[in-house]
C-alpha cells in the first residue's frame, strides 16, 4: 500500500506547517505510522515515528522537541505538525507503515509520492 503525503509548501524559518496522509482505519489502527523525508543530493532518512499499539514515539534527534506526529481516526488521516522550522529542514516528506517497531528506512518496502517542504532563510 502506497501512502500519499501532502501538505508541503514554502515556509520561512521559524515558521510551522502540517503535513497529512490519507490512510484507511485499518492502516491508521493495525500498523505503527511513521513520517521520513529525503533532502537534495541526501539518503532519505527517518523523521519520526509512532505506535499506538505500543503507546510509544519516537523522533529523530534534529527534529525532536519540534515536530509531532498525531492521527485522526473519523477523518483516515496522519499528520506531521512541524515547529520551529529550519532551512535543514527542507525536503521530500514521506509517509509510511510498518508492522516492525522501531521503524527504520531500511524496513519500509512501499513508498508513496512525498510532498515538498521548503524551508527559506
Known amino acids: 500500500v502506497q501512502l500519499q503525503a501532502s501538505g508541503g509548501g514554502l515556509v520561512q524559518a521559524g515558521g510551522s506547517l502540517r503535513l497529512s496522509c490519507a490512510a484507511s482505519?485499518?492502516?491508521?489502527?493495525?500498523?505503527?505510522m511513521g513520517w521520513f523525508r529525503q533532502a537534495p543530493g541526501k539518503e532519505r532518512e527517518f523523521v519520526g515515528a509512532?505506535?499506538?499499539?505500543?503507546?510509544?514515539?519516537a523522533y529523530a534527534d534534529a527534529v525532536k522537541d519540534r515536530f509531532t506526529i498525531s492521527r485522526d481516526l473519523a477523518k483516515g488521516t496522519l499528520y506531521l505538525q512541524m515547529n520551529s522550522m529550519k532551512p535543514e529542514d527542507t525536503a521530500l516528506y514521506y509517509c509510511a507503515r510498518s508492522n516492525r517497531w522501531p521503524m527504520v528506512t531500511e524496513l519500509i518496502t512501499s513508498w508513496g509520492q512525498g510532498t515538498l517542504v521548503t524551508v527559506s532563510s
Open positions: 509512532r505506535s499506538w499499539r505500543y503507546g510509544a514515539e
Open positions: 482505519g485499518r492502516t491508521l489502527n493495525n500498523y505503527h
